[in-house]
């Protein structure tokens, strides 16, 4: 049986502790907050970073070093033979690049980085079917070529409670902000492969559920037709309506198991909080 550590990031909402009790590894995410540098659920909880965020203080997303990279893998090549390294989705940050980069270097077959386009809830998914291929005996490359045949398989939609972030990262205009907010106007956002876009508007929330809900039925009747997929929930808001919003999930779509968990942080300081999401994957070899 091959000898293989899984390794994620903190973008795949796996918590430290979550990581020890599923025998993995994870990466902190790095962020900046006034100058001053924070790492995700190690000095920053979610708790102190919508405060943050609540104060207008100035944050930056950052990305793991070469050195927090190789530092992780030498420690783990010390016990195991292969590692598969799943970061976030190339289209969203620089750190998969620069993790093929230096895999391909004096990693070569013995670190094998999984792009397969996920982020959050998804990338959570690719991490625990990795743990489920190695425990079925696969070798490092093998886990790494079922994760990226698989790469295009999941689907993810997002609406924002809030114009604020997106303004402010120039995916809106000012003005756009201004009327929208007066309109009340809630952007529905898909990630379909290595980016975050536009996908629909919608007036209040009620209208912006029902998108995503009607979006997720689509995709389960058209591309992910007759194959079983995980279906998941995701978001920035409070707990309680986070409860709400999978009741709602579980109301249209009957029969799945619905998992929860918050966005990474990551994800929360482009968008902000109060949003809701809904996400699918297509379950590995079905």
């Known amino acids: 049986m091959a000898n ?10 796996i918590t430290q502790k979550a990581a020890a009790e599923l025998g993995i590894r994870v990466l902190p995410m790095p ?3 006034d100058e001053k540098l924070y790492f995700e659920d190690i000095t920053l909880t979610q708790e102190a970073f919508y405060q943050k965020l609540a104060q207008d203080a100035d944050i930056s997303t950052s990305q793991p070093t070469p050195a927090d990279v190789t530092g992780l893998w030498d420690e783990l090549l010390e016990s195991y033979d292969q590692i598969v390294h799943i970061p976030m989705s190339s289209g969203l940050s620089g750190s998969c690049e620069m993790a093929m980069m230096l895999a391909a270097g004096d990693y070569a077959d013995r670190v094998f980085v999984v792009d397969n386009q996920r982020i959050s809830v998804t990338q959570r998914q690719s991490v625990l079917d990795a743990v489920e291929l190695a425990g079925a005996g696969l070798g490092a490359r093998e886990i790494r070529d079922e994760l ?6 999941a689907s993810i939609y997002i609406t924002v409670d809030t114009l ?8 809106v205009t000012p003005a756009g902000a201004a009327i929208g907010t ?9 990630i379909q492969g290595a980016k975050l876009d536009a996908f629909a508007k919608a007036r209040g929330w009620k209208s912006a559920k029902k998108t995503m809900l009607d979006a997720m039925e689509k995709d389960l009747n058209g591309r992910f037709a007759g194959r079983a997929v995980h279906l998941s929930g995701a978001y920035t808001c409070s707990d309680e309506e986070a409860r709400e919003w999978k009741r709602e999930i579980e109301g249209r779509f009957p029969g799945y198991d619905v998992w929860m968990d918050r966005l990474s942080l990551s994800v929360a300081c482009h968008i902000g909080a109060g ?8 379950k590995i070899g079905k």
């Open 4 to 13: 293989v550590a899984i390794v994620t990031d903190s973008n795949s909402g």
């Open 31 to 33: 962020f900046y907050i």
């Open 148 to 153: 990226m045949r698989e790469r295009l398989e």
């Open 164 to 171: 604020k972030y997106l303004k402010k990262g120039g995916r």
């Open 182 to 190: 007066v309109l009340q106007i809630k952007p529905v956002l898909q």
């Open 275 to 282: 949003s809701m999401a809904i996400a699918c994957s297509k």
